[in-house]
Nanobody, 123 residues
Framework: QVQLTESGGGSVQSGGSLRLSCETS????????LGWFLQAPGKEREGVAY???????DYSDSVKGRFTISQGKSNRTLYLQMNSMQPEDTAMYYC?????????????????WGQGTQVTVSS
């Protein structure tokens, strides 16, 4: 019902910036929560940031003050502005959507997922 497509990943030096985009399509009327998640090799997927339909946002402790989640004016595009990037940010980044607001920082029970975009930060 909902399709998500990420873009904007790439390689950047420590201290640099990237802006990830997630284009949404399909039947998105019941979407209540959108999130960004990361998965490093050999590790579990974890939450980075989320935004609820009322505009509420939150972030993982590791990215607070450095990353910003936002939506375009049509709410069709989700963004993640990544500043002051560190090698520890290196991972595959995914956007996801669900129709509930329970435990939004957790990847569990997000229904729709993008294919991911690779982010690599060199020291």
């Amino acid at each position: 019902q909902v399709q998500l497509t990420e873009s904007g990943g790439g390689s950047v030096q420590s201290g640099g910036s990237l802006r990830l985009s997630c284009e949404t399509s399909g039947y998105t009327y019941y979407t209540r929560c959108l999130g960004w998640f990361l998965q490093a090799p050999g590790k579990e997927r974890e939450g980075v940031a989320y935004i609820l339909n009322d505009g509420t946002t939150d972030y993982s402790d590791s990215v607070k003050g450095r990353f910003t989640i936002s939506q375009g004016k049509s709410n069709r595009t989700l963004y993640l502005q990544m500043n002051s990037m560190q090698p520890e940010d290196t991972a595959m980044y995914y956007c996801a959507a669900k129709s509930t607001t329970w435990n939004p920082i957790s990847p569990e029970y997000y229904i729709y997922w993008g294919q991911g975009t690779q982010v690599t930060v060199s020291s």
